[in-house]
């Protein structure tokens, strides 16, 4: 299988976005290479390996240090947790890709370009791997380029529908992790969820306002700047991106998005059911967790978070339920494999087979 170089990527870009500076570059191209790097060679990057060691390294050795973790008893509680409840785990988990390649395909039709949802959550499912196993964030880049070299969709375009669908994300999480710990804590809050509602609060508020200014005065304010032309046609189709949500299409978009969310909470939820212990944090404690534990993937410095959501599952589980250290960390490890090494044993297949990772570009957009 022949890997797609930029001059491929090049004669897939019509002349006039090649004249506006529309040309990027594979997000995994090593700058001394003219050819793309590829997967698998990523993966024996040092960098790469040392985004995932590190992190391990280091919750191992919180777990030694620490009193109350016992590491000897992790192996016997999760092989005795119910396969049962871990296959429904498995299946809530998936059942949300598909959701997320509709809202997807939806922002994508929004600019223009008909995208059969089936494709989209193929494209989306790849990225996934790419974002388990390379650490900043580079599978929406990755995603992006999949969506030009096989459907010739202008780069800040995409871009733009990732980025509204990223905010559309955080918002839900707020608001969602927020309702749903004002059930759980309605007899009295501790400072620590105080300090995450206000967290919460923040990062709505910025959002909100954030895209108010772009969509009133982005623009004028880049045009008034020492900036080439170009730069300025690639903000219009970056900002065309953003705001390819219209009123048709908003309402299915918050649906669809709340049950998305709703898969990350009964996934974790599922997987607590499963474990051969008694917890009990219920439907509105496992929205607060799960929703908490995936705003921690938002921080790019290692693949999916690893580190990051395991050490915030078991903070939360532990101070704000009281649940003990060692099946708290019983329950992130579980919960991990199925929405982390899940993605990478099934996602490599997806890679592999996967006629769009060929880089074969499409003359025609898929029929909607």
Known sequence: ?????????????????????????????????????????????PRTIA??????????????????????????????ANPWWLLAALGIYYLGFPLRGYRWALLIRGVG???RTRDSTEIIFISWL????VPAKLGDVYRAYL??????????????????ERVFDLIA???????????????????????????????????????????NFGRQLLVKLPVPKRVVGLYDQFEEGIFSVDRRTLPKIVVVTGLIWTTEALRLLFVI???????QVGISGAFFVALIASLLTAVPLTPAGIGLVEGGIVFILTSVYQVPQTEA???????????VLSIIAFGSIAYVLSSKTKGRTQPEVATA
């Open 329 to 339: 960390l019983a329950i992130a490890l579980v919960d991990r494999a199925i929405s």
């Open 173 to 215: 999480i707020v608001v969602l992790g927020m309702a749903a710990g004002f059930v759980s804590f309605r007899n009295g809050m501790s400072d620590e969820v105080r300090l995450i509602f206000l967290i919460g609060f923040i990062v709505v508020a910025v959002l909100v306002v954030g895209l108010l200014l772009v969509r």
């Open 1 to 45: 299988m022949r890997e797609v170089t930029e001059s491929d990527l090049r004669q897939a870009i019509p002349a006039e976005e090649r004249a506006a500076g529309e040309i990027v570059d594979h997000p995994m191209v090593n700058e001394n290479d003219e050819g793309a790097v590829p997967l698998g060679k990523r993966l024996r990057d």
């Open 147 to 164: 969506l030009r070299v096989n459907y010739l969709v202008a780069l800040s375009k995409t871009f733009g529908t990732i980025f509204i």
């Open 130 to 133: 790419v974002n388990c196993v």
């Open 51 to 80: 985004s995932f060691v590190v992190p391990i390294l280091v919750l191992l050795l919180l777990a030694v240090a620490l009193p109350g973790f016992k590491l000897d008893e992790l192996p016997g509680l999760i092989s005795q």
């Open 273 to 279: 059911e499963a474990m051969p212990f008694d917890v």
């Open 113 to 115: 370009y008909p995208l």
